[in-house]
C-alpha cells in the first residue's frame, strides 16, 4: 500500500513539473536548459513539452 501511494505522490510531483515547465516555456522567457534546471527535469523532457507546446499553436 505505501509503494502504491509513494507512486501516486511521484506521479503527482511530475505532472506538476511538467505544468510548470510548459507555463515557463510559453512565457519564452527562459532558455531550454534553464527551465530543466529550475524544474529538475531532463532536458529531453523539456525539448518533448517545447515541441508539443509549440504543435498547439
Not at 502504491?4 to 503527482?12: G, L, V, Y
Not at 505532472?15 to 522567457?29: E, F, H, L, P, V
Not at 536548459?33 to 498547439?56: F, G, H, P, R
Amino acid at each position: 500500500m505505501c509503494k502504491i501511494m509513494e507512486d501516486m505522490r511521484n506521479e503527482a510531483e511530475l505532472n506538476k513539473a511538467k505544468r510548470m515547465a510548459i507555463r515557463m516555456i510559453k512565457a519564452g522567457k527562459m532558455s531550454l536548459e534553464d527551465i530543466a534546471d529550475y524544474t529538475e527535469l531532463s532536458l529531453d523532457i523539456i525539448k518533448e513539452l517545447a515541441s508539443q507546446s509549440m504543435q498547439l499553436v
